[in-house]
């Protein structure tokens, strides 16, 4: 039957229907994918969810605050105390950047104007450094809803304008930031995409060491980006699927890693049965019959795995989840339609020079995977033991790992003008006005707030008690530490310990480094419950599958050991070597990590790292009907072995293509997600794995009978033969 679906799919006639099917659909989805930029929401204050207090107190707040203003800063400084021109000509640029489009408020406190102040008895805000040599403008931004994307050209305008001889010039503040973001991100789907395509087609030319046939596989990979990108921008536009630029660029390198490793094991069977059918289209459906339920099976643990991010806290990790997750079910359709039917429209000389004729050996059978097996035979317990204890002693780095959250200039691996300005002005003793905390309570005990506020350390002089309805009033004040450091943490939750102790105030704690410190909450929380979920559906999709329950508890803990040894070699690479690399502006992130990090390198490495190892089992389970389990292991893994190993090299290649972003984050993920890939491929699925079928032979079916004799390997069967591994 499925024998029938596969032949229908590449026949003579319906190969061309698929082939131009799929085309017409890349070509209507094609204007859309173009647009998924547009549909980005890079809001910080959407990723939490409504019951994260700063939410609260956004949402209190919105008929005061508008959640629009994007407070900025233009820091002015000089090594040497400013000069009453440098002052005048500061105070003129105010003016000037006030007019600007998009500035709704803009102004600036020379020391005469805080004397003036001073002298009426109002709180002063600190916008002189004491030594004299740094001041700043303060403005504020509101280009609506969907405003963050003009800041770019808002904050070109402003630099344009802000120049004083002698005089160094920084944009700080969420503006600021937002324009260095913007920076980071610009044209990076582009770039990233690029890059990647070329790191897949480099692999792909020693992989199939053919001039050719490697442009079908990347041409199916851009088809099924431009698809998915598409049904991406519609759903976001229409259904409010969250995408923001992190998830659109991972999204490019899950499309073409996941592609290209479908590619990878359907041309490797399409290869085999070319050797053994003298009709291209007769071996096609072969092929597609034999390699499609595995990378079915592939692809829907993934999906499955990442569709399991819908459960996060977070809304950025939840909206990450169906993001991906659309891109992978998209990919999989397309490289099992459209890559079948090119494949065999252009027929055997594709392979050119080592082309498969019919009747010819299949060299796997005595390759090098076919030799790696045969080594393990007579060692297979000591193997996995000692495989599984260097894979724990490699957890061990996870004692390095701190993911409590980084600074903003620990967050990138170069130095940004936002960060630069924000360093200047913590040196200098300046409080960054545009990061408060924001208190709201009710307003009849409003007086026992205010009092309690004074008393925590770190905040700066309060504002005027704004009366915002409803019988609730709110108060706001500077921070004197960077924004999204645990230091202001700190000072956020003394903050709320200090007003929630206090009866029947209803007291809630917002601002920016509140945001931060309960995005952190929400992380923390995510990782404790999606992890157990992820693991959960994956053994249940292996059960399924293998119709096992020994095996699936097997393979879900080499996944989990191999997640582990990589994030505690990759943390002692990031804290002892990445530190130290010059080609990092700002390495000290490198010492943290992000608390996001963990789960999403675990969701990437149990959902794709799983690929492998059923990439493998379903073909040692479709070998030992025949041949018994340690037999099939042999075949298994040495015609599985090259293929998957590509594959391993391909995903890893395009993780790494992350590395490029100056995002910490990002590098740090990439890095893990490439490490984690490359002990699977080449160390859990080819000696943990292989060495623990070889082992437990048939038991490892419990309680299925599939191999209820338990046959041993006997002498002559050492070696996989032409025969066996063909059949």
Same mark, same amino acid.
């Given at each position: ?160 304008? !802000? ?8 944009? *700080? ?49 851009? @088809? ?24 659109? *660029? ?34 096609? *459906?072969? !092929? ?58 252009? /027929? ?13 050996? =299949? ?9 790696? $097996? ?34 903003? =200039? ?67 004040? !500077? ?18 310990? *200090? ?12 601002? $920016? ?30 059960? $399924? ?18 997640? /582990? ?7 002692? %690479? &990031?804290? =002892? ?6 080609? &990092? ?18 969701? &990437?490495? @149990? ?18 009907? +025949? ?28 993780? %790494? ?9 990002? +590098? =740090? ?12 491929? %080449? ?6 794995? +292989? ?37």
């Amino acid at each position: 039957m499925h024998r029938q679906i596969a032949g229908r799919l590449t026949g003579r006639i319906t190969k061309w229907i698929v082939l131009v099917g799929v085309l017409v659909i890349a070509g209507l989805m094609g204007s859309f994918s173009s647009q998924l930029a547009d549909v980005q929401n890079n809001e910080a204050s959407s990723w939490l969810p409504e019951s994260a207090e700063s939410t609260k107190v956004a949402d209190a707040l919105s008929a005061t605050v508008d959640p629009n203003d994007i407070p900025t800063l233009v820091v002015y400084s000089r090594d040497e105390p400013l000069s009453d021109d440098d002052f005048a000509a500061i105070e003129e640029q105010a003016g000037k950047i006030a007019e600007i489009s998009g500035v709704t408020e803009a102004g600036v406190l020379t020391p005469a104007k805080a004397e003036q102040l001073a002298a009426t008895g109002a709180p002063v805000p600190p916008l002189v450094s004491e030594d004299g040599e740094v001041a700043y403008v303060y403005l504020t931004f509101n280009f609506g809803k969907d405003g963050w994307a003009k800041i770019p050209a808002a904050a070109d305008e402003i630099r344009d304008i !802000a120049t004083i001889d002698g005089v160094q010039v920084h944009l *700080a503040g969420f503006g600021g930031q937002a324009a260095d973001a913007a920076e980071v991100f610009e044209g990076v789907d582009g770039a990233l995409l690029g890059a990647t395509f070329l790191v897949v087609i480099v692999i792909l030319l020693f992989t199939y060491r053919s001039p050719v046939l490697w442009v079908l596989p990347i041409v199916s990979a851009a @088809v099924a980006y431009t698809v998915a990108a598409g049904v991406i921008y519609l759903l976001a536009k229409y259904a409010g699927l969250t995408v923001n630029g992190q998830s659109q *660029a991972i999204l490019g390198i899950l499309v073409i890693g996941a592609g290209t490793d479908y590619a990878l094991l359907l041309v490797a069977r399409y290869r085999e049965e070319l050797r053994r059918h003298e009709d291209r289209h007769e071996a096609m *459906a072969f !092929a597609l019959h034999r390699a499609a339920p595995a990378i079915l099976a592939s692809a829907a643990t993934v999906v499955v795995g990442l569709l399991c991010l819908v459960f996060a806290d977070l809304n950025s990790t939840a909206g990450l989840g169906p993001v991906l997750a659309v891109g992978v079910a998209v990919t999989v359709l397309v490289m099992v339609t459209l890559l079948p039917a090119m494949l065999v429209i252009c /027929g055997r000389w594709l392979f050119w020079p080592m082309r498969p004729r019919f009747g010819s050996p =299949e060299p796997t059978a005595s390759g090098f995977w076919s030799r790696v $097996g045969n080594r393990i035979v007579p060692r297979a317990r000591m193997v996995w033991v000692v495989t599984a204890g260097i894979l724990v002693l490699a957890c061990l780095g996870l004692f390095k790992l701190d993911a409590s959250g980084m600074s903003t =200039e620990d967050s990138y691996t170069k130095e940004f003008d936002s960060i630069i300005g924000q360093r200047i002005l913590t040196e200098h003793g300046l409080q960054d006005s545009s990061n408060t905390v924001q208190v709201v309570a009710e307003t009849d005990r409003f007086d026992e707030v205010t009092a309690a506020l004074e008393s925590v350390d770190g905040l700066g002089s309060l504002t005027e008690v704004r009366d915002i309805g409803g019988g609730r009033s709110y108060v706001e004040a !500077a921070l004197s530490e960077d924004i999204s450091s645990p230091a202001a943490f700190d000072i956020v939750e003394a903050t709320r310990d *200090a007003v929630h102790g206090i009866d029947g105030a209803g007291a809630l704690v917002g601002g $920016g480094s509140a945001f931060y410190l309960d995005t952190k909450v929400a992380s923390n929380r995510d990782n404790l419950v999606i992890i157990p979920i992820v693991l959960v559906v994956v053994f249940l999709i292996l059960i $399924g599958l293998l119709r096992s329950l020994l095996a699936p508890v097997l393979l879900m803990g080499t996944v989990v050991l191999s997640f /582990g040894a990589a994030l505690g070699i990759s943390t002692v %690479l &990031f804290q =002892e070597v990445f530190t130290r690399l010059p080609i &990092f502006d700002n390495a000290d992130g490198f010492n943290y990590a992000d608390p996001g990090f963990p789960l999403f390198t675990f969701v &990437f490495l @149990v959902a794709l790292g799983i690929d492998y190892n059923i990439f493998l089992m379903t073909r040692i389970r479709e070998e030992t009907a +025949t041949h018994g389990t340690r037999r099939g292991t042999l075949i298994g893994l040495s015609s599985t072995g090259g293929v998957i190993t590509s594959a391993g090299l391909v995903l890893a290649a395009t993780f %790494l293509v992350l590395g490029t972003i100056p995002f910490v984050f990002l +590098t =740090e993920l990439g890095v893990a997600v490439a490490l984690g890939v490359l002990l699977d491929t %080449l160390i859990v699925r080819s000696v943990l794995v +292989t060495a623990l079928n070889l082992d437990l032979g048939g038991r490892i079916w419990w309680p299925s009978r599939l191999d209820a004799d338990n046959r041993p390997l006997e002498p002559e069967d050492d070696e996989p033969t032409k025969e066996s591994v063909g059949v």
